[in-house]
């Protein structure tokens, strides 16, 4: 089995509510990036800071709920591919367990951060000690470099594996799938080849889709579509992480009935 990006391409069209999944996602989406225009408005109207300051605070709590319904949705699209193949879209009746779900996509996903960002406040922390002090020595510069080489290193790693650990998380739901390296890196034995297919489909549709936004955010008709792209750009990168997992399964059972 190999990927099959026209597949991820075209899949939800076979579910037969894929219309209305995709609105209702879209519409998410649309609800995340408006919802701060709310507070502006209000402190517009009453001229009042504690009103717009509360609004603000309600909106980003609403935002967060909403980023984990989706979130959710996501990481349940890609789970249902992976262990129910003649399933396709969740319903969005669930959004308890939606919820549910994307808060742990974001605390394992904050878990498998942490290096990258306990190494930034490091280097940040140096840096902002060596020019207040003053302390331009040849060591303090040469440490900095250092330090600021293996955190660079550190980020890259973590973005180029940010999809491996995202698609063992997919497979089995639980937060410390994001840093269960061994389980992880099985997948990889004997599926090289479509991992690096699947990072370089993930940068071409991250391109693709800017490129298209560029071009409707043109005119305020092109505008209304944005979310709609988004949130399909989200399914068919659970397709393709789905479908590597199963290639990675599939791999690992003609292995083992060879030997």
């Known amino acids: 089995m190999e990927l099959d990006f026209e597949k991820a391409l075209t899949y939800i069209s076979k579910d037969s509510g894929w219309?209305?999944?995709?609105?209702?996602?879209?519409g998410i989406v649309?609800?995340?990036?408006?919802?701060?225009?709310?507070?502006?408005?209000?402190?517009?109207?009453?001229?009042?800071?504690?009103a717009g300051l509360?609004?603000?605070?309600?909106?980003?709590?609403?935002?967060?709920?909403?980023?984990?319904?989706?979130?959710?949705?996501?990481?349940?699209?890609?789970?249902?591919?992976?262990?129910?193949?003649?399933?396709?879209?969740?319903?969005?009746?669930?959004?308890?367990?939606?919820?549910?779900?994307?808060?742990?996509?974001?605390?394992?996903?904050f878990i498998y951060s942490l290096p990258v960002i306990l190494l930034s406040v490091i280097f940040l922390v140096c840096l902002l000690f060596v020019i207040g002090?003053?302390?331009?020595?040849?060591?303090?510069?040469?440490?900095?470099?250092?330090?600021?080489a293996f955190s660079l290193l550190v980020y890259i790693l973590t973005v180029v594996f940010c999809p491996l650990m995202m698609a063992n998380f997919f497979k089995e739901l639980?937060?410390?799938?994001?840093?269960?390296?061994?389980?992880?890196?099985?997948?990889?034995?004997?599926?090289?080849?479509?991992?690096?297919?699947?990072?370089?489909?993930f940068l071409a549709l991250s391109v693709l889709t800017q490129i298209v936004i560029s071009i409707l955010g043109v005119t305020i008709v092109g505008i209304i579509f944005i979310p709609v792209?988004?949130?399909y750009t989200y399914l068919v990168a659970a397709e393709l992480t789905a479908q590597?997992?199963?290639?990675?399964?599939?791999?690992?059972?003609?292995?083992?009935?060879?030997?």
């Not at 609800?31 to 800071?49: D, E, G, H, N, R």
């Not at 009746?93 to 394992?108: A, I, P, Q």
């Not at 639980?174 to 489909?201: E, P, R, S, W």
């Not at 590597?244 to 292995?255: G, R, W």
């Open 54 to 109: 509360a609004s603000f605070l309600l909106c980003f709590i609403f935002s967060i709920l909403l980023s984990l319904l989706l979130a959710g949705y996501f990481v349940q699209t890609g789970n249902r591919r992976i262990n129910y193949s003649n399933t396709f879209l969740p319903d969005w009746s669930e959004f308890g367990r939606m919820m549910k779900t994307g808060l742990k996509y974001f605390v394992g996903l």
């Open 229 to 231: 792209l988004y949130f």
């Open 30 to 50: 649309l609800a995340v990036c408006a919802v701060f225009i709310i507070p502006f408005v209000a402190y517009i109207f009453t001229l009042s800071k504690v």
């Open 19 to 26: 219309a209305n999944k995709l609105l209702a996602g879209s």
């Open 133 to 148: 002090n003053n302390a331009f020595h040849p060591a303090a510069f040469l440490l900095l470099t250092l330090l600021g």
């Open 174 to 201: 639980k937060i410390l799938a994001f840093v269960n390296f061994n389980n992880a890196f099985d997948m990889l034995k004997g599926n090289v080849g479509n991992y690096c297919i699947l990072l370089l489909l």
């Open 244 to 259: 590597f997992v199963l290639c990675a399964k599939e791999k690992a059972i003609n292995a083992q009935s060879a030997e």
